[in-house]
């Protein structure tokens, strides 16, 4: 039946596995990449040994080339954050802390993952020669893509060594800038007469996003920024609150306008993002079967109460073909890697069909970002950050949605509708992930609200320095390259060498969580608030899906902050509750020719004395879209009220007749 939770389901993971390797021969010029080291050992850069060389290779490159220093630092916290990632190239071949383009050699380098011609002894040569056969001439890229070619001209520096060695590589982005500034001729040494060097240095060939980019390098310039990388160098920019840009050299650069949305379609979007319409089809395709979403009239017949983040596990060009696909799935927006371009596809008053559970569905929108979670440094790029914090701040003020995890969730966070769905739901956008910049975007970072007596503690790990051991990111029992990860790790007792937490849901036959990069049975996501139920030395202990988890959270670098709110408790006299899935109204609220849908326990039992944290609370709702025909459409509401709470990595819902709510301290 449609309209059901078995027909909304999330995209399989061999469908998904299968589009990531048709994408493969559609990403020319786009490149993919894995982590630094995944397909052998990590990629040689030279060293850096001070913890302050970083700095002082910006400052050296900036003297040499006549560019301001704030400005070649601003430039470069936009395209790296500072980060070389062991020289392993973004999705659009960028390489270094100053992303210098080289797409053909991005491209020949890229790891294979799944591809039908790889030996599964790990010899893919017969898919990297068919690859190279494919590889375009340099010609045929982009200038936009060609950028560390022109900064070889203009340094006289070997390409391999602009490729490897950061220090060469911030010289190169040097003096790129200078050349781009010469071009338009000005001469200045102030850092506002800079901003149309900067959006040249973006490569869009478009004024709206090349404007985007030098207005967020400008952002940072005017806040200021201090950052460990990951590599360990210390790097800080001083704020400059005054700092105006003269937004009038963009006029000078050439570019064109962007093009307005296809078929007059209304962009939701915030005016400072650049956003394209790719409308997802609403269509019949025979048998009586429809896609790929549903028409609604949100949030006047349900509110939206959450914004679903999602990753595609594909590329832009295969996420889009995706979407025009009626017999597909959908979501509302796609965000590319490469500049943070936002495509709208469903308008937010209707109901797509991205989370795998059709409760979320009906009340949530749906952001996908092009990118493998098993490959941060080549797909979660600032660009991305930014433009989704942007889209995301200005859909959470249109629908009255606070800017917290309760809200601002991950498809990773979103439920299984019943016992059986459980192993199936997503792991996306996973634990390197770093929720903690996003949300530092969004305006609201997570600080302490409470001292040790407030009851709860947010998870908040050091991002770069937090780096645990993840498995699976390439091959099965493979390890990942080390990186900076948003999750902390749950033991059943305060000591690494404890077994991990279990997951009853993931594995009903008992069996333990593991490390691996996709397994959510054991963790614990930056942002997410949880009651405390013991502090033993360097660790604090959390209820989490109805035994104790902990974690170690040392206060020389901890872990986690103190925080309070709300939380839910048996009632009393109860053993336990049962934990649902979505909030289905009783029985008794169905009409006529509406089928009850079941509100099945899933398999967690929250014990008495045991709390766990409140987000939402609702009223029972079931959006019934059965057909094509809107006119059997309905929406039916309950009397029942339910909590959601985090119950887990994920959250879940409990009927507000089976707990207490209190405050977390008392």
Same mark, same amino acid.
């Given at each position: ?6 027909? #909304?389901?999330?995209? +399989? !993971? &061999? %469908?998904?596995?299968?589009? @990531?390797?048709?994408?493969? *021969?559609?990403?020319? $010029? ?83 993952h799944g591809d039908g011609d790889?030996?599964? #002894?790990?010899?893919? +040569? !017969? &898919? %990297?020669?068919?690859?190279? @056969?494919?590889?375009?001439? *340099?010609?045929?890229? $982009?200038a936009r893509l060609r950028t ?51 959006a040249r240095y973006s490569g ?29 160098? #210390?790097?800080?920019?001083?704020? &400059? ?426």
């Amino acid at each position: 039946m449609r309209g059901s939770d078995e027909k #909304r389901t999330p995209r +399989s !993971r &061999a %469908r998904r596995a299968a589009t @990531a390797v048709a994408a493969a *021969a559609l990403l020319l $010029p786009l490149v993919s990449a894995a982590p630094s080291g995944t397909a052998g050992q990590p990629r040689a850069t030279a060293a850096l040994p001070a913890a302050d060389a970083l700095q002082q290779a910006f400052a050296d490159a900036a003297a040499r080339y006549g560019v301001p220093q704030s400005v070649l630092l601003g430039v470069a916290y936009m395209e790296s954050r500072w980060d070389g990632h062991d020289g392993a190239p973004s999705v659009s071949g960028g390489y270094g802390p100053m992303h210098l383009t080289d797409a053909r050699t991005a491209l020949a380098e890229r790891p294979h993952h799944g591809d039908g011609d790889e030996d599964p #002894r790990g010899d893919d +040569s !017969r &898919a %990297r020669k068919r690859v190279r @056969a494919q590889l375009p001439t *340099a010609t045929e890229v $982009p200038a936009r893509l060609r950028t560390l070619e022109r900064a070889a001209r203009l340094t006289g520096l070997p390409a391999e060594r602009l490729r490897r060695d950061a220090a060469a590589n911030i010289r190169g982005g040097a003096a790129l800038l200078a050349d781009a500034q010469r071009r338009l001729g000005v001469r200045s040494a102030d850092p506002a007469r800079w901003y149309g060097a900067v959006a040249r240095y973006s490569g869009a060939d478009d004024a709206r996003t090349a404007a985007g980019f030098a207005d967020d390098v400008y952002d940072v310039l005017r806040r200021g920024q201090s950052r460990t990388t990951g590599s360990g160098q #210390r790097v800080t920019l001083g704020a &400059a609150p005054g700092l105006a840009a003269d937004r009038a050299q963009l006029g000078r650069l050439g570019l064109r306008s962007a093009a307005a949305p296809a078929g007059g379609s209304r962009l939701e979007c915030p005016r400072t993002v650049s956003c394209v319409s790719v409308p997802a089809p609403y269509e019949e395709f025979g048998d009586g079967d429809y896609g790929n979403h549903d028409k609604a009239d949100r949030p006047r017949d349900q509110r939206i109460d959450a914004i679903v983040i999602h990753d595609t596990e594909g590329s832009w060009e295969t996420t889009l073909k995706l979407i025009k696909d009626p017999t597909y799935v959908s979501w509302h927006y796609t965000i590319r890697s490469a500049d943070g371009l936002i495509a709208q596809h469903v308008p937010t008053k209707d109901v797509a069909w991205h989370a795998g559970n059709w409760y979320v569905n009906a009340h949530s929108v749906g952001i996908e970002h092009e990118g493998f979670l098993a490959a941060p440094d080549a797909w979660y790029t600032e660009a991305m950050y930014r433009a989704s914090a942007r889209l995301v701040r200005y859909l959470a003020h249109r629908y009255d949605l606070p800017l917290d995890r309760q809200h601002i969730i991950g498809h990773d966070n979103v439920p299984g509708t019943t016992p059986a769905t459980i192993k199936g739901m997503h792991t996306d956008p996973g634990p390197y992930w770093d929720w903690a910049h996003y949300f530092r975007l969004l305006g609201q970072p997570f600080v302490p609200t409470a001292g040790p007596g407030g009851g709860l503690v947010t998870v908040r790990p050091d991002y770069d320095r937090h780096r645990p051991v993840y498995t699976d990111c390439v091959k099965p029992g493979q390890p990942c390259a080390p990186h900076g990860s948003t999750a902390v790790r749950l033991y059943t007792e305060p000591s690494e060498s404890a077994p991990l937490v279990k997951d009853i849901g993931l594995r009903p036959d008992g069996s333990p969580s593991t490390t691996g990069v996709n397994d959510t049975g054991a963790r614990a996501t930056t942002g997410q608030r949880y009651a405390v139920a013991e502090r033993r030395g360097e660790w604090t202990a959390i209820w989490y899906l109805g035994q104790k988890a902990w974690f170690h959270n040392p206060a020389e670098r901890p872990t986690a902050v103190d925080a309070k709110g709300l939380v839910i408790t048996p009632k009393a006299g109860r053993a336990d509750i049962p934990v649902y899935g979505r909030a289905y109204p009783e029985q008794a609220a169905y009409p006529a020719g509406v089928p009850v849908q079941a509100v099945t326990p899933l398999p967690y039992k929250l014990l008495s004395g045991q709390r766990y944290t409140v987000g939402n609370r609702v009223h029972g709702e079931y959006f019934y879209a059965p057909t094509y025909d809107l006119s059997r459409h309905a929406v039916v509401r309950g009397k029942d009220v339910y909590y959601e709470i985090q119950v887990g990595h994920r959250v879940g819902y409990v009927r507000a007749a089976d707990v207490d709510v209190r405050p977390s301290g008392k």
